[in-house]
């Protein structure tokens, strides 16, 4: 399989080299060499079965429109853009192109989410307080991360504030806390390295190009992963 990674920072790289061990042809392309999409011409994005974009929130649309228009097969780990998922999904739609999309490609994450939406059906209206906490790196640009954000919605409609901290190359950390004035419930997911986040996302890849078409959220197809 050939893929296009679009991103050259630390997840980008180590997505490159987690397809290059799964056998997997990769080219590279960093923002310099793709200012505002410009190098993905239909001709070029064909020569490739799979994109996996891990760029920017200003780099990922113009990316998505160019691969999309094209009838592309799109995984995207980038976040902070979700405001226009909407108008991606359409695009995907009308190009007969294949996206997939989520806010963290990591297993545990999934799970936790899945804890999350179970812990808070099972202690609404019972008095619990619930709060989530995240730690990342400090060139993070999206503040709170996006699996802040998917968290936050899982535990619908308990309602739980987010407090995000930036500290130093932290690759994740995120805490749900449930209180009560009898007890606190503590549900945490900590990252060791990107590693997780890369090998979920070319997993990913692997199935998208499986697909005919469509938008696929990866909360959704995990489970179908191999």
Same mark, same amino acid.
């Not at 960093?30 to 799979?50: C, I």
């Not at 307080?129 to 619908?156: N, R, V, W, Y």
């Not at 504030?161 to 995120?174: F, K, N, Q, S, Y």
């Not at 503590?186 to 469509?214: I, M």
């Given at each position: 399989m050939r893929i296009l990674v679009l991103g050259q920072g630390k997840t980008g790289k180590l997505v #490159? &080299? !987690? #397809?290059? *061990?799964?056998?997997? +042809?990769v080219h590279v392309l960093d923002a310099k060499e793709n200012? =505002?999409?410009?190098?993905? $011409?239909?001709?070029?994005?064909? $020569?490739? &079965?799979?994109v996996i974009d891990f760029t920017t929130p200003q780099a990922v649309i113009p990316n998505?429109?160019?691969?999309?228009?094209?009838?592309? @097969?799109? !995984?995207?780990?980038? $976040? +902070?853009?979700?405001? %226009?998922? =909407? &108008?991606?999904?359409?695009l995907a739609e009308r190009k007969g192109a294949a996206l997939l999309y989520g806010t963290n490609y990591s297993i545990g994450v999934q799970v936790m989410l899945q804890l999350a939406h179970q812990m808070a059906q099972s202690l609404k209206d019972t008095g619990y307080e619930f709060h989530i906490e995240e730690t990342h790196h400090a060139s993070k640009l999206d503040s709170p991360s +996006?699996?802040?954000?998917?968290? %936050?919605?899982a535990l619908e409609p308990v309602k739980a504030e987010i407090t995000a901290h930036r500290v130093g190359d932290a690759p994740g950390l995120h805490t749900?806390? #449930?209180?009560s004035s009898a007890d606190r419930l503590v549900l945490t997911h900590e990252s060791f390295s990107r590693r997780g986040?890369? *090998?979920?996302?070319?997993?990913?890849?692997?199935?998208?190009? $499986? @697909?005919?078409?469509?938008?696929?959220?990866?909360? *959704?197809?995990?489970? %179908?992963?191999?």
């Amino acid at each position: 399989m050939r893929i296009l990674v679009l991103g050259q920072g630390k997840t980008g790289k180590l997505v #490159a &080299d !987690v #397809a290059h *061990e799964r056998g997997h +042809g990769v080219h590279v392309l960093d923002a310099k060499e793709n200012p =505002r999409g410009a190098a993905l $011409t239909p001709p070029f994005v064909a $020569t490739f &079965d799979v994109v996996i974009d891990f760029t920017t929130p200003q780099a990922v649309i113009p990316n998505l429109r160019a691969c999309l228009a094209t009838g592309a @097969k799109v !995984v995207v780990g980038t $976040t +902070g853009w979700y405001d %226009q998922l =909407r &108008d991606m999904r359409s695009l995907a739609e009308r190009k007969g192109a294949a996206l997939l999309y989520g806010t963290n490609y990591s297993i545990g994450v999934q799970v936790m989410l899945q804890l999350a939406h179970q812990m808070a059906q099972s202690l609404k209206d019972t008095g619990y307080e619930f709060h989530i906490e995240e730690t990342h790196h400090a060139s993070k640009l999206d503040s709170p991360s +996006g699996t802040a954000i998917s968290i %936050q919605h899982a535990l619908e409609p308990v309602k739980a504030e987010i407090t995000a901290h930036r500290v130093g190359d932290a690759p994740g950390l995120h805490t749900v806390e #449930a209180k009560s004035s009898a007890d606190r419930l503590v549900l945490t997911h900590e990252s060791f390295s990107r590693r997780g986040f890369a *090998e979920g996302a070319v997993r990913a890849a692997e199935w998208l190009v $499986t @697909k005919r078409d469509g938008s696929y959220d990866f909360s *959704e197809i995990f489970t %179908q992963l191999k």
